[in-house]
């Protein structure tokens, strides 16, 4: 399953970055979202999937029963998952504030500040 | 010792309330300072004259090989002494030149770093420490010549005076470096006396020629000497100081400082006379045709530059001699004459000598000293000037090699130097009166005292030679030299071919300086037409290309473009990675597809389609619906690949991600196609190509894995010593719960920035 | 074994937390914003004085054993960085009694600083490479909101490619923790650093150095991904600029000088060498880039670049000595830096305007300011005997000494530029005449007199001075950043030191 995610992995990286690279202001907001989705999913595919083996101690045991999946990642991303939509949501109303105030939601209008 | 050094700038720091408090008197009372340093350095003459050496240690930096040791022998012991003693009349000379002046303070703060900065530059035997007093000397000149700050074209000026010496003093720190790579130390003293051949090392041409960059730079050789006569814009008291004893003195300093260890290449003395002869050709050939009395002299500084150059690039016992006493002979009056240049431009109100005539009369002083001053420069008997010249004549002509050329260079600037002698004597002082903007006086003592005195040790050191020379200058034509130095000063020596030459160049100038209201219209023209060539156009050139280069590489890189910047970051990151696996991993492409159940291919089938789609689509909705379905099947893969706690956090982080781009997104414009059809292209070709990377990454990385995961550490030890059967969440909230602290910050510090965004508003802030 | 690692973190989030829980007392935030920072520079000193008695201060958190828990560890190359974190922050502290306006303060501008300042630190001082990632976010976030604080439509503009460009990092930066993952199975640096060694075939690990290395990169402004930093530092209110200015890209090069001194240290023939043509055009192009501009807070924005060049340069050639300049560099150009924004803000104060060419005059009338002025902008030019002449000086000797010739020569036409640049400034800022159409010069003639105007000067005669301390009195500097290059060019003390010298 590990190289099929790969395969699915770079095409979710390339959507993301080929979104990233629009000039519409919703698309590139999109794009973000798209490559912290990949990410997300790299590293849960770089460490190793298992199937229903959930990183759960039964009851009565002091350990799990038999091999399970490797929790660390799954915390890793669980933050990171957190993470991502504090920035997203920040993100999101930036855009709709710079749209209000710009006027347009054509990025390759937002150059004042740099020339 | 130290304090001696540092003695200016403490005193520089309490300039302005003695400004204020000393009133008028204020020249005479700071002049205390170097008065009584002149005192202090004339001290160690008996120590010194032997042709030892002294040095005196303070410690600084030593991890960096630098210290505060002070080397003083007869070469720093005469610039020690023109600096201080001729900085006594420079300040006296300023407090009358700028009395009522409102930055009078603030001059001499400036003033006084200066001359301090200069000390230390000649005194310093740690090649650091001296790059540190160089950098001062050229920001404190900077200060001085932009010293009328309103004024543009001082601005201006002082601009170039600091960049091109700032420029080579950049050069001379890579060469000073270079040296002690060379010689294994920073500390002039040890590296005069090391054995070493530096001629052979392979880093000698290296070191030579950023040294010499910024020795060349400093003391205004050819052709980077337009600095010097535009930093006329200074004050009058600072380019006396300037040209006399300072600032171009320090090139000039450091060559004959370093010359025993650089000269044993035959490189050094065929630079240094190649470009000394030039620039002396070119100072005597300026200061001739100019017209202001501040150019003419400016000029003949560059000439004077040219000639002490050449001579240490002579590298003959006897043009070290030449040297010092060139070198001392050219302080005394130069500071004389640009003194005198002042009380005049002071008195008269103009600085054009074509209006000046007939003020002997009027100023009977200055004339007597000016006249003194310009005997000195023209190098007649009975001057310490004549002494120079004659020695001058006497080096070229005995030189080890080019030895005709540099006696015509000589000669010939002998004869327009003569011209120039008269053009600041002769020329103002008699003859018809001029018509002067004010009516001149002679000019007050405090004006007059640096030239008396100044010309009056001219004259007496031609009469008696002997006194110097048994002082300090055999000592510092030795440390120039390097070897003991037997020598005996004097004014006749006979008639020989030195003296023959003199005459020869005396009537020769003579005749130019009585044909030079005829030349100089002419050659005034000619300058003016050359000037697109010089070497002061190439310099705007620079300043242009500099701009240039800079505005349109700004225009290019920083375009406001983010997609541009986007584009480039990609590239550059998918590059650089997509590279480096190949050539430093290799290619392996699997395609071990079999292992997967038929329900995941559907998740990732639904992966790759809603992705696609969210990404292609026109319609906002079809891409936001799209992408929940993406989240939803990035849960599910979580879900059914063991992590439910992800799959439930996804979910929920999914719909909540939904609503808000409905709720805001929907109030900006529809999807259109803002972008070509190749920029659409070209970002799918990048895109793709990422993603191609990303593919051979994660495959590649699923091949390798060098460790097992510390992961079973914590499948162990949650239950019994972390006390939690779901180990993510035990993971989370104790082993690594400063990660969660993180998020929570991180959650919060996204909630207040919103906020803000949402309720403080530019327009209600611009609002009455 | 100490808690003195733990203090520099928690003191600004307590000071964050309690900010916001005193919302509505404005009173209250700045009271607490200078009482707190000048906790956090007292504890990080105490933290520098712990690490150089005992090399490194290291602590588990929550008390379970490395590699299994977050460790905090502090080498002297973190406890200096969060020294000058405690200097930049009071003097900011200070500085923003009188220069943040009203509406900003109201709306969280007291716990965003705390807090930008806590993922600072955290940065510094973290020993684990995801834990490293959440700081990075804290720290960016509250960046985002510091930049966007009141709303002006340059802000949104600047904060849009910031906010982009940062967050494609950030992305880059999970992803190459996920792979290293993925190969080593661990995330405490320490750790990582002591597996990487063993592993006999890196060409993957290269492959992941990489993406940090544009990660970081991308933080620090490196050449050619420095955009979204002159596109937005000129854009929020002055006391912003200058902290972003001091400590954010410094953050990125200490990720950098980490990673690559302690991780990524296998094929440094290849990696250290795209350091070093990286850093050379940074140098290059930042220096350019601000010879271009007419701004005042631009040009410094763009110098901010060209001087991130020297410090990777003394990263990239990778000796002794050269370690010790990206050290002393770093020292001086955050004291510097900062130093100038807040100058910036105070003629920005007197005249209303950062366009050169709508400023002049200051020299005549506020002499003390043009020298608080020229000692930051000379060091900034490396100009002896200031702080950014020592700096500048070793990058250079140790680039000549590593017969790296080329790049020694663009460091130092850069230095010249440099020097031209701050001429610029000061000619037109300082000496040029007060242009005519200027009307508002009340304030510069001392006409009007505001009443706390001390807190403007304060910070800048404290950074001033300390500028000139680091170059007057440079032993004790330079040994400190000598210890700090020793720490990093023996990896082994860290690993040591982490993981108590035992293998897990």
Not at chain 3, 122 to 132: E, V
Request: charged share 10%; proline share 4%; hydrophobic share 55%.
């Amino acid at each position: 399953m590990e190289s099929l995610m790969a395969y699915v992995i770079g095409i979710l990286f390339a959507a993301a970055i080929y979104m990233m690279l629009r000039r519409s202001i919703v698309k590139m907001v999109i794009g973000l979202i798209l490559l912290s989705n990949a990410a997300n999913l790299l590293i849960f595919a770089v460490s190793g999937m298992k199937r229903g083996a959930p990183p759960l101690i039964p009851e009565g045991a002091s350990a799990p029963l038999g091999p399970v999946a490797d929790p660390l990642p799954q915390a890793l991303i669980l933050t990171a998952i957190v993470i991502a939509f504090g920035v997203l949501a920040f993100a999101v109303v930036l855009i709709r504030r710079a749209y209000e105030i710009v006027g347009t939601d054509d990025l390759d209008q937002m150059k004042d500040t740099d020339t | 010792m130290l304090l001696a050094v540092l003695s200016g700038f403490l005193l520089a720091a309490f300039a302005p309330l003695l400004t204020r408090m000393a009133g008028k008197s204020i020249g005479w009372l700071l002049a205390v300072l170097p008065a009584s340093l002149t005192v202090y350095f004339a001290s160690f003459i008996p120590q010194i004259q032997g042709g030892d050496a002294l040095l005196i240690e303070y410690t600084w930096m030593p991890g960096l090989d630098i210290s505060l040791n002070f080397l003083l022998d007869g070469l720093s012991l005469v610039f020690a002494l023109l600096i201080s003693g001729i900085g006594t009349f420079i300040l006296i000379y300023a407090g009358s030149y700028l009395k009522g002046h409102p930055n009078l303070n603030r001059f001499y703060v400036i003033m006084l770093c200066f001359m301090a900065s200069m000390l230390g530059l000649v005194l310093s035997d740690n090649l650091i420490t001296l790059f540190v007093f160089w950098e001062l000397t050229s920001i404190t000149s900077y200060m001085l010549i932009g010293f009328n700050h309103e004024d543009m074209d001082a601005r201006k000026c002082a601009l170039q005076g600091l960049f091109v010496t700032v420029a080579g003093g950049l050069a001379l720190m890579a060469g000073l470096i270079l040296l002690a790579v060379m010689t294994g130390s920073y500390s002039l003293h040890e590296i005069l006396n090391s054995s070493e051949a530096l001629g052979s090392h392979g880093l000698y041409t290296a070191a030579l020629i950023c040294i010499l960059a910024g020795t060349f730079t400093k003391s205004a050789q050819t052709p980077f000497h337009f600095w010097l006569p535009n930093a006329m814009a200074a004050p009058t008291p600072v380019s006396a100081y300037l040209h006399s004893a300072t600032m171009v003195k320090a090139g000039v300093y450091l060559m004959a400082r370093l010359n025993p260890a650089m000269s044993d290449g035959e490189l050094w003395g065929q630079v240094l006379m190649l470009f000394g002869g030039a620039t002396m050709l070119v100072g005597a050939y300026f200061a001739f045709s100019s017209t202001g009395i501040k150019k003419v002299l400016a000029y003949s500084t560059v000439m004077a530059l040219g000639t002490l150059t050449l001579l240490i690039g002579v590298g003959t016992e006897l043009a070290m001699t030449a040297f010092v006493c060139f070198l001392v002979a050219h302080s005394l009056y130069k500071g004389a004459l640009f003194m005198i240049a002042g009380a005049l431009d002071h008195e008269t109100g103009t600085k054009d000598i074509t209006r000046m005539g007939g003020l002997r009369h009027k100023m009977p002083m200055t004339a007597l000293f000016g006249c003194l001053a310009a005997l000195s420069l023209a190098g007649l008997p009975p001057l310490f000037g004549f002494i120079a010249k004659e020695l001058l004549f006497e080096a070229v002509l005995e030189a080890p090699f080019w030895s005709t050329a540099a006696t015509l260079a000589a000669v010939v600037s002998a004869m327009l130097v003569v011209g120039v002698a008269g053009l600041v004597a002769v020329k103002p002082f008699f003859g018809k009166p001029g018509n002067t903007p004010k009516d001149p006086h002679d000019a007050p003592l405090g004006m007059l005292a640096g030239p008396a005195v100044l010309s009056v040790i001219a004259l007496l050191f031609g009469l008696l030679p002997f006194i110097p020379q048994n002082a300090v200058l055999l000592a510092a034509m030795q440390a120039v030299y390097g070897q003991p130095i037997d020598t005996y000063l004097s004014l006749w020596h006979g008639i020989n071919l030195p003296l023959m030459l003199s005459g020869v160049s005396l009537l020769a100038g003579i005749g130019l300086l009585t044909l030079w209201p005829r030349l100089q219209p002419g050659l005034y023209a000619v300058n003016t037409a050359a000037s697109r060539f010089g070497p002061e156009a190439g310099y705007f050139k620079v300043m242009e290309g500099i701009t240039h280069i800079a505005s349109w590489q700004t225009r290019v890189l920083q375009n406001g473009v983010l997609g541009m910047y986007l584009l480039i970051m990609v590239a550059i990151t998918f590059g650089l990675t997509g590279y480096t696996l190949i050539t430093r991993y290799g290619l392996h492409l699997s395609l071990q597809l079999g292992d997967s159940h038929f329900y995941e291919w559907g998740i990732a089938l639904l992966l790759v389609v809603s992705a696609v789609f969210a990404s292609s689509t026109h319609s906002r909705l079809g891409s936001v619906a799209s992408m929940g379905v993406l989240g939803f099947a990035v849960a599910l893969t979580f879900i059914l690949f063991s992590a439910p706690d992800l799959g439930i956090t996804q979910l929920l982080v999914e719909t909540l991600t939904v609503i808000l781009l409905v709720l805001v997104l929907f109030k900006l414009p529809e999807f259109v196609n803002l972008s070509s059809p190749f920029e659409r292209y070209r970002d799918l070709t990048v895109a793709v190509f990422a993603g191609v990377v990303m593919v051979l990454v994660v495959l590649a990385t699923l091949d390798i894995q060098y460790f097992e995961s510390i992961s079973s550490y914590y499948i162990e030890n949650s239950a019994p010593l972390a006390y939690g059967r779901n180990i993510v969440n035990v993971i989370l909230v104790d082993y690594r719960a400063l990660d969660t602290l993180g998020e929570i910050f991180v959650l919060s510090l996204a909630a207040l920035g919103v906020l803000s965004m949402l309720k403080l508003k530019a327009e209600d802030q611009h609002k009455p | 074994m100490s808690s003195a690692v733990v203090y520099p973190i928690l003191l600004p989030l307590l000071a964050g937390a309690l900010s916001l829980a005193l919302w509505r007392s404005v009173r209250w935030q700045r009271t607490l914003g200078v009482v707190f920072n000048a906790a956090l520079l007292w504890a990080s000193i105490w933290l520098l004085q712990e690490v150089m008695e005992h090399g490194f201060v290291t602590m588990e958190m929550g008390s379970w054993p490395a590699p299994f828990s977050i460790v905090l560890v502090a080498d002297v190359l973190a406890a200096i960085m969060v020294v000058l974190t405690g200097i930049i922050g009071l003097a900011i502290a200070i500085y923003s009694l009188v220069s943040t306006p009203r509406g900003h303060e109201k709306f969280g501008y007291y716990p965003l600083m705390h807090l930008l300042l806590a993922g600072v630190a955290g940065s510094f001082l973290t020993g684990d490479i995801f834990n490293l990632f959440v700081w990075f976010e804290v720290m960016l976030l509250a960046s985002f909101a510091l930049l966007t604080l009141g709303g002006e439509r340059a802000q949104m503009e600047g904060a849009i490619k910031y906010v982009t460009l940062n967050l494609f990092s950030s992305a880059i930066f999970l992803t190459a923790v996920g792979l290293l993952y993925g190969m080593v199975g661990t995330l405490n640096m320490a750790d990582i650093a002591q597996k990487v060694a063993q592993v006999e075939d890196p060409g993957m690990l290269t492959v992941v150095a990489m993406l940090f290395m544009v990660s970081f990169g991308i933080k620090a402004a490196a050449f050619p991904l420095f955009f979204w930093l002159p596109a937005s530092y000129h854009t929020p209110q002055v006391a912003v600029s200058a902290l972003f200015a001091g400590l954010l890209t410094k953050v990125g090069v200490y990720a950098l000088f980490r990673m690559f001194t302690l991780i990524f240290t296998q094929d440094v023939d290849y990696t250290h060498t795209i350091l070093l043509w990286a850093a050379s055009l940074t140098m290059l192009t930042g220096v350019l880039g601000a010879a271009a501009q007419f701004e005042f807070r631009r040009i410094l924005s763009f110098h901010i670049i060209s001087q991130i060049g020297y410090m990777m340069l003394g990263l990239a050639l990778y000796t002794p000595l050269a370690l010790i300049g990206g050290v002393f560099y770093i020292m001086h150009h955050i004291i510097v830096k900062t130093n100038l924004f807040l100058v910036s803000g105070i003629t920005y104060r007197l005249l209303g305007s950062y366009e050169l060419k709508d400023l002049g005059g200051v020299y005549k009338h506020k002499p003390w300011l043009a020298i608080l002025f020229l000692i930051p902008a000379l060091s900034l030019a490396g100009i002896p005997p200031l702080s950014g002449f020592f700096a500048k000086f070793i990058v250079i000797r140790a680039g000549i000494e590593a017969e790296a010739y080329v790049v020694t020569g663009i460091a130092l036409l850069v230095g010249l530029l440099t020097l031209y640049s701050m001429i610029k400034i000061w000619a037109e800022v300082f000496w040029k005449k007060l242009p005519e159409h200027v009307t508002n010069t009340a304030r510069l003639e001392g006409r009007i007199k505001d009443k706390h105007n001390w807190a403007f000067y304060v910070p800048v005669v404290g950074l001033a001075v300390c500028t000139l301390i680091i170059g007057l009195n440079g032993q004790p500097i330079y040994e400190l950043a000598e210890k700090a290059a020793t720490q990093l060019l023996n990896p082994q003390l860290y690993i040591d030191a982490v993981l108590g010298g035992q293998q897990p």
